[in-house]
């Protein structure tokens, strides 16, 4: 059976059973604890917490999902992958383990008519219902085997939703290992289907005996999730997952490019790089597709490690050129039928992992001169700091170290390079839960709020203030009974006027008013989907939950960040029409008067036509029109989504004239021409593949521009022109400055020489060659150093010259040696430095001094002539 008959024979077998069918979500999740979508439940996450109310209690996906946990494990087994394609049904608070194990069983054995004889069953320890579910439907005792936490309860690896869970294990037979079932062998049972019985929550940590779980969620909830990898290496009758119709395209290419065959499954460092090649060549594709790109951390660094993992094992292969660009297209030619967004940005996916693979062989070299430095240094082996060094700085793989050491009959440190990169991630995990255990500890909060007083009803799309009661007062641990002058705190309201950040928009500010305190709103965000929190400082009196208040927007900023916003839409759409389609959003920053946009190019974006084009269409006046549809229909009518963002089943589009169309929460003005000009400020380079553009709207530009203006005209005046002839005056003046100044370097060299010439034939002959020491006044260190080059150019080359001067309170020397001596510069001036209270550095025939104490120079120049005489007496 093809993937495409797996896929909708799952979705159709569920939907037959009254689910709905959902599309996929991006891997770049909209949930702030997770670094890429790693499984079906991700989007649904707040239907299981019971923050959100789902508009239908069943649900079916394919999900895309990404995982590196195992990353070390792709290649060295058949079934581990870094993406896959996740089939899942859902249930929230509606069926439970009886329908989803016999549905899971009906499945299984009467459409994709797996052999019942060859199912297994594993189960939490003490799940004894699952069991007699199971056993109902006809599997024996004998094939049910209970594991304990690590095996049968599942989590997304954070706090959160959590629950048993039963999985679904096929036997491929005796050549993929031992028997026992799948407690004794996950090669040979392999795992197919986890059937999770989502009930309860996971807080804080893990250990040998798990996580703690919190409580029961709201409601009784099923997850599923079905790889469709492995499944299909089943059903296709495969050994590996690269070997399925998913993969074989790009796998077969990987044998094109090496000039051989794969070895097959025997467990090999071959073996194991074909597979690797081929599977990161599709995490690769769909990571760029969904917005990620290469960085040195976070969700951009999990994209350069699979990039350069990949490029490793090709050229252990013997690929030697460029294999992601040729890889990742036949990813898209393979997959993009199903995968529509392969196809939109395959102009993207080619031009980023092109330009990261040709930094990474930049990488190589550099890490290469570095390594040989260190082998040379080494006697039997190489540091494990060096190594660390390597690996954390220039992004050296610590294989190809010990790889280089050994070829040189040395050694690498490997436990103490283990034991750095150990702290390493031991410090950033620390770091990394602190942060989450703080923001998991505050939505437990808002959650509590939630619940007992529902969502914000937000009313700012159409009134700059409210009446409302307030509902809660916090602080940074828990809520309060009541906050006084002075105080900062927060501040849940029923109904509010103002804007919660988010979209890359900023929160309103203003003020609430009650009865008996007046509160100054500094900021306002999301404390979970729908429930707005202000955070304020309270100005005078005393606030408690239950006050009725005013809450009123600040009607100028909230106009200036529309305008902003509005801008922000029509920028986008003319860097589209002039770059391309590929220059899509990757982040935004609206704010009063004021805007900041992200978007997928690889050069330089020449910004005088983008802002030409940006205010020419404001000026035609557009109308913005805002309307809310269903996120399938708003796709179908063209209308841009986001990568990052999150979106219900009822979407708001904002049209803005004929020239663009997107999902957006934010705050607009009404017309184009109230955006006001906008000026482009700055543009940039963010990363690969990513710039930046910078820009003023409304006011703010027009300010801008009268500050340009009032500088033209001081300028001018300055030139004596007029401001429209200040250009050239200016350019005039530069020129004959330009001339001045090359004539007065010219005359200074000569003066130089001269000099150089005159101190030569002062130079004293020595034991072993000649020498001059000299102390002179008003010349830079970089004069002395032509002085000292000079100098050894109008004698013979078996001498040394020394040179001191006095510049700013500090002291500086400079040696040079002759190329018929075999001294080494430095030497010449260890001692002396330390007269002049400073060190030595430099290698080869020169070298230089400093010092705090000029005073002393003198006997700085008299050690080093010492010095001089010594060493070249014993160089004669």
């Not at 702030?32 to 499984?39: D, E, G, S, V």
């Not at 708001?652 to 009404?670: F, K, N, P, Q």
């Amino acid at each position: 059976m093809r993937s495409t008959d797996i896929r909708s024979t799952f979705l159709g077998f569920f939907q037959e059973r009254d689910h709905r069918v959902v599309p996929s979500s991006p891997l770049i999740p909209s949930d702030p604890t997770l670094l890429l979508a790693n499984a079906g439940m991700n989007q649904f996450k707040p239907y299981f917490l019971g923050e959100t109310a789902p508009e239908h209690s069943r649900a079916v996906s394919v999900q895309k999902c990404a995982r590196t946990s195992d990353i070390e494990n792709v290649g060295r087994t058949t079934r581990h992958a870094t993406f896959f394609e996740m089939l899942g049904n859902f249930s929230f608070g509606d069926y439970f383990k009886a329908e989803a194990i016999s549905w899971a069983w009906e499945l299984f054995t009467r459409h994709y008519n797996l052999d019942p004889e060859r199912l297994w069953v594993t189960v939490y320890l003490d799940d004894d219902e699952a069991v007699r579910l199971w056993q109902r439907v006809g599997v024996p005792s004998a094939r049910i085997q209970r594991l304990g936490m690590e095996d049968n309860y599942w989590s997304m690896g954070i706090p959160g939703p959590c629950g048993p869970s039963s999985e679904l294990h096929y036997d491929r037979g005796p050549s993929f290992g031992h028997e026992g079932g799948p407690a004794v062998d996950g090669e040979r049972y392999q795992e197919l289907w986890n059937l999770v019985f989502m009930q309860n929550l996971r807080g804080e940590g893990s250990g040998k005996d798990g996580y703690p779980i919190l409580g029961e969620l709201p409601a009784r909830n099923i997850d599923t999730g079905l790889g469709l990898d492995r499944l299909a290496a089943v059903l296709q009758n495969v050994d590996t997952v690269c070997e399925t119709d998913l993969l074989a395209p790009t796998f077969r290419l990987v044998q094109d490019l090496a000039g051989r065959g794969y070895p097959g499954r025997d467990g090999s460092d071959d073996s194991t790089s074909f597979r690797v090649v081929a599977e990161h060549a599709r995490s690769i594709a769909f990571l760029i597709a969904d917005g990620v790109m290469p960085a040195r951390d976070g969700r951009g660094y999990v994209l350069r490690r699979l990039t350069r993992r990949a490029v490793r094992h090709a050229r252990r292969l013997g690929i030697d050129d460029l294999v992601l660009p040729a890889l990742t297209s036949s990813v898209i030619d393979n997959l993009g039928g199903v995968w529509p967004e392969l196809t939109r940005r395959s102009a993207l996916i080619r031009q980023v992992v092109t330009a990261e693979e040709e930094a990474f062989e930049r990488t190589l070299r550099q890490g290469s001169q570095l390594l040989d430095a260190a082998i040379g240094r080494a006697t039997s082996t190489i540091s494990g700091r060096t190594a660390f060094e390597l690996h954390d700085t220039y992004g050296f793989p610590i294989d190809l170290t010990i790889d280089a050491a050994r070829s040189a009959g040395l050694t690498v440190d490997e436990d103490a390079f283990t034991d750095l990169l150990e702290t390493q991630r031991r410090q950033a995990h620390r770091a990394g839960q602190s942060r989450k255990s703080n923001a998991v500890a505050r939505q437990d909060i808002y959650r509590r709020i939630t619940s007992a007083h529902g969502p914000t009803d937000f009313t700012g799309y159409t009134a700059e203030t409210t009446e409302t009661p307030i509902v809660a007062l916090l602080d940074s641990h828990d809520e309060l009974q009541s906050a006084h002058e002075g105080q900062e705190v927060e501040v849940i309201l029923t109904r509010s006027p103002f804007y919660a950040e988010s979209g890359g928009q900023v929160g309103d500010t203003g003020t609430i008013t009650t009865s008996s305190a007046t509160l100054q709103v500094l900021d306002t965000h999301l404390g979970l989907d729908r429930l707005h929190v202000h955070t304020v400082r309270i100005l005078d009196g005393e606030v408690r939950p239950g006050d009725q208040a005013e809450a009123v927007v600040d009607s100028d900023r909230r106009a200036a960040t529309a305008r902003s916003h509005s801008a922000t839409h029509v920028l986008h759409a003319m860097l589209r029409r002039l770059l391309g389609d590929h220059a899509t959003q990757r982040g935004s920053r609206v704010e009063p008067g004021r805007l900041r946009f992200d978007f997928t190019h690889f050069s330089p974006v020449e910004t005088d036509p983008v802002q030409t084009l940006v205010n020419g269409y404001l000026l035609d006046d557009p109308e913005v029109r805002v309307w809310e549809t269903t996120r399938a229909k708003a796709e179908s009518a063209g209308a841009l989504a986001f990568f990052g963002e999150k979106y219900g089943d009822t979407v708001r589009i904002v049209d803005i004239g004929d020239a663009s169309r997107e999902l957006c929460g934010g705050t607009h003005v009404g017309h184009g021409s109230q955006a006001g000009p906008v000026h482009i400020v700055g543009e940039s380079s963010i990363g690969t593949g990513l710039r930046r553009i910078e820009a003023l709207t409304g006011a703010d530009a027009l300010r801008h521009h009268d500050h340009d203006r009032h500088l033209l005209h001081e300028l001018a005046a300055l030139l004596h022109v007029r401001p429209d002839e200040a250009p050239n005056r200016l350019r005039q003046r530069l020129e004959t400055l330009a001339k001045t100044q090359h004539a007065l370097e010219t005359l200074h060299r000569e003066q130089l020489e001269a000099h150089a010439a005159n101190l030569a034939s002062q130079a004293e002959p020595v034991p072993g060659g000649w020498l001059l020491t000299r102390s002179i006044s008003d010349l830079t260190g970089t004069d002395l150093r032509t002085l000292a080059t000079a100098i050894l150019n109008h004698r013979d080359q078996r001498g040394v010259v020394v040179l001191a001067t006095e510049s700013s309170g500090k002291a500086t020397l400079v040696a040079a040696t002759g190329t018929d001596t075999a001294i080494r510069a430095r030497d010449l001036l260890t001692n002396a430095a330390r007269e002049v209270g400073g060190g030595a550095g430099g290698k080869g025939r020169f070298a230089n001094a400093g010092g705090r104490h000029p005073e002393h120079l003198p006997e700085a120049l008299t050690t080093a002539a010492t010095d001089a005489r010594t060493l070249l007496a014993s160089n004669a």
